[in-house]
């Protein structure tokens, strides 16, 4: 959508494209002779919702062509269009929307990638079943109560394990660090698996690989505005939970394992709640989690390729082009992208974004 941050051009100059009145209720915009509705859009735009208060009932076209808009961008504009049959034909109709579509997707093949990378603002749903329906959706407040409990309920058996040791003074600096420990394994973690699975591209030849990777995390990019879906099932994600436990118990003294695993257990918590307020969340600007918005933004919406890759990203800043760029694998923390060299280095802004 608009990014106008930097646009320096006269707002009475711009071309206005006839508007129907019945619709001063909504918030109408034009592009190319389209209408489009984006009210519903407005608190999730990239460039925050304020720069495009300036555009109610007016055209997006000189906008567009001074700040450039990735595939993904446009495409996503085309779900806010008042003409429902003008909408995107030849991605969106590769299947029915009016049933389950996890069985479908898994059929796309070589359009499965394109597909899935194109944004709409749309519900899913996946299973024609109502109860596994209902496992893959998820409120955000579910996470604190099923993660902090568990987290102090590990915790507090590593300090039953070391309860009878007269080192007391010792041992608090032990328990301090193999919780900070455990929080950094999350946060590596985390960067590992978004980008070595998450962002996996699979073979258009299977469809299990296609499957999984759509309910993993290809349902995210093709619905981001979902709240619904935005964090972990509390099933899978115990599961996984599970496994590294027995993991953790056999690299781990027993001094220090309970500790670990409640730091990396309140590490997966943060990052599930981080991401929800990431993409429903307004910070301010100046705080980490103004920056960290930004950044995933730019990952959601300008350019995202998977895996490995490394892609060009031209921005336009007071008409230079600035350098290549990668694209960001943390939620939670830029750490990880800052060794690996990930880092997707955002421009300054004339003024800050206000979501």
Same mark, same amino acid.
């Given at each position: ?16 494209? &006839? ?12 592009? %190319? ?12 735009? &990239? ?34 269009? #008042? ?73 507090? /058996? ?12 010792? +041992? ?43 309910? #993993? ?15 972990? &099932? &509390?099933?899978?994600? /115990? ?14 003294? %027993? ?50 390729? #998977? ?27 830029? /750490? ?5 060299? +990930? ?13």
């Amino acid at each position: 959508m608009a990014k106008v941050a930097n646009s320096g051009y006269d707002l009475c100059e711009r071309t206005v494209q &006839p508007i129907d009145n019945k619709h001063d209720n909504n918030f109408i915009v034009t592009y %190319q002779n389209h209408s489009y509705d984006i009210q519903d859009f407005l608190r999730y735009h &990239p460039g925050g919702k304020k720069i495009l208060s300036y555009y109610k009932n007016q055209s997006l076209d000189k906008a567009f062509k001074e700040n450039p808009h990735s595939k993904a961008a446009f495409h996503l504009l085309e779900d806010f269009t #008042l003409k429902n049959e003008e909408k995107y034909q030849k991605y969106e109709n590769l299947i029915d929307w009016n049933v389950s579509i996890l069985g479908q997707v898994s059929s796309l093949g070589e359009n499965y990638w394109e597909w899935v990378n194109l944004p709409v603002n749309r519900k899913i749903r996946l299973f024609d079943s109502n109860l596994l329906e209902i496992l893959t959706i998820t409120p955000w407040y579910v996470i604190p109560l099923v993660w902090i409990p568990i987290s102090i309920y590990f915790f507090y /058996l590593g300090w039953m394990q070391i309860n009878d040791n007269r080192f007391i003074e010792s +041992t608090s600096i032990e328990i301090l660090t193999s919780y900070i420990f455990g929080i950094l394994i999350w946060t590596l973690l985390e960067y590992v698996v978004h980008r070595k699975i998450f962002h996996f591209k699979p073979p258009t030849s299977s469809k299990l690989l296609i499957t999984l990777h759509f309910l #993993l995390h290809g349902i995210h990019h093709k619905t981001p505005l979902d709240n619904r879906r935005l964090v972990f &099932p &509390p099933v899978p994600s /115990l599961l996984i939970a599970l496994l590294l436990f027995h993991i953790y118990k056999i690299l781990f003294p %027993q001094t220090t394992f309970y500790f670990i695993i409640a730091g990396t257990a309140t590490g997966y918590m943060s990052y599930d709640l981080i991401h929800y307020y990431l993409h429903h969340g307004a910070p301010k600007a100046g705080t980490y989690l103004y920056l960290l918005k930004r950044i995933h933004n730019y990952h959601h919406f300008s350019h995202h390729e #998977l895996g490995n890759i490394i892609i060009f990203v031209f921005e336009i800043l007071d008409k230079s082009i600035v350098k290549l760029r990668f694209l960001g694998f943390g939620i939670s923390s830029k /750490l990880w992208d800052c060794v690996f060299g +990930t880092t997707i280095c955002l421009r300054k802004l004339t003024k800050p974004i206000e979501w």
